[in-house]
């Protein structure tokens, strides 16, 4: 008898795969089977379960799927409202700025000196017993920036000042723009002599900017300038600029600036020009006094058989 | 409308004698969850090969495959009242043991040792062996159980989830729909996966194909 070539027979995946479905356990597997899941089973019972199985979580959440969209528009509106109650709800900053950006951005104002003759920036650090403010009015600007003034004898002076909304609060440390604080830090008298027309240079500059602006220069150095101990002190105000917006220009504020740059020529002169300028600073010191008294004579009552002079 | 045609009409199952299955096994669920916890025995009869089967040819290991499988029996025995009859008991089965499975596969993606059952020849199985090969006796056996490793083999090189439908298709006889709904995929999807699958099969066995 002849045994057929199969080799040629027709044989798929599925043929195979049926090869694989006949795998199947003894049936002493099952006794073994049954045990073992008997004894799991009553394991599974016996076997405390964790609490938040009692939860039902599937269930819950099942339930609250139906109200997904509600629920979650409120937790939105509400997580909003938080924000924006928040947002408001910032303090105000203690220079009444209403912008908040550009009162947390608020950065101090630097001012440099660099000169020529020494090639090196000349920084002091300036304590105030009251400020100056020099502050130029510019439209919009977003963003407060430093102030800068810069120096040099053969440079022209360049002089970029903080915006007009710019909140800058801080004490600042201040460059010796006056004659006397360059003299000191240049700590030689010939420095001293060389910085003079560089500090009246300043000092026009300063005018002149004060004079052109909206809002024009606001000095409080006041009776200080007057006391002659002041005015040898290496120190001298710094200048805080106050919000533009708030300051205002009187010709009374114009003609002190005017005498003070008087007053800081005087100090600056040498030889012949010392006395015409220790009598420009008297009759300044006078002036001052005689707005002082103008000032009190407002406080002058009458009631009356009354006179009363408020102090 | 009552409960087991509500059953009914949200099982995918189309045939008849699946229907008839769903809803013997939905009144047992009922007995189950009324407190008479030996009726679950009856299901575990029911479906324990058939749960092993498809296990063990996604692991390739009869030991994993014994461990899954009773797993998938406590976890259902377990949330026997969760169970609210929206697909059928045998569904709701092969969906944990897949889970489980799926699971235990992820965890153990380097560790894989095969140990098999022994093939159980019927006609068809011996059928199949005869086209393949002429030999006899020791020699026979040796081939079947080469065979049986190469298939294996294959059957692993395959992804995850082409190997579950393939097992669920070609071995455990489950309909496009049904796989659909225990690997929670569209039917597209499963008809896809199981072409491609195919195709990797073959590539695979192509010295035991023959077109």
Known sequence: MMIPDRSSEKVTIEDLLRLKRAERPSPEFWTCFEQDLRAKQLAAIVEKRPWWHALRLPQAARAVARFQVPLGSAAVLTLSFIVVSHYHGQPVSPTGEDSPAVATSAQPVATAVAMSSSAEPVTATVAMAEPTVVAVAQPVVSEPKPVEVLTAQQAPMEVAMTSASAPVARPTELTSMIPWGLGQTAGTNDASAEQAPVSTRLIQTSLQVAATSDLGVTTLLGNALVDEGQLQASRMPVAEVKPAVAQTTSPRELRRAKILAGLVLADNADGSDYARAIHGRDVAANDLSEDQLYDSARRLGVGGDRLTLKF | ?211
Request: hydrophobic share 40%.
């Open chain 2, 1 to 211: 409308m009552n409960a087991v045609s509500k059953v009914l009409t949200k099982t995918l199952v189309a045939s008849p004698e699946r229907q008839q299955e769903a809803d013997s096994d939905w009144v047992i669920v009922q007995r189950v969850q009324a407190g008479d916890v030996a009726s679950f025995d009856q299901l575990i009869l029911k479906y324990r090969e058939r749960v092993y089967a498809m296990v063990y040819n996604m692991t390739s290991n009869r030991e994993d495959a014994a461990d899954l499988t009773q797993d998938a029996f406590i976890k259902a025995f377990q949330s026997i009242n969760r169970f609210q009859g929206q697909s059928s008991f045998f569904t709701w089965l092969y969906r944990i043991a897949v889970n489980s499975s799926l699971t235990h596969l992820r965890k153990n993606k380097l560790r894989t040792f095969f140990s098999f059952d022994k093939v159980h020849e019927d006609a068809g199985v011996t059928e199949v062996i005869n086209r393949l090969t002429d030999k006899k006796d020791v020699e026979r056996d040796v081939f079947v159980h080469e065979l049986q490793e190469k298939l294996n083999e294959a059957m692993q090189k395959l992804s995850i989830p082409h190997r579950t439908v393939v097992t669920l298709f070609e071995i455990d006889g489950l309909s496009h729909e049904e796989i659909a709904e225990v690997m929670n995929c569209s039917v597209g999807t499963v008809r896809s996966r199981l072409h491609y699958a195919k195709q990797l099969l073959q590539a695979e066995l192509q010295s035991y194909v023959r077109p």
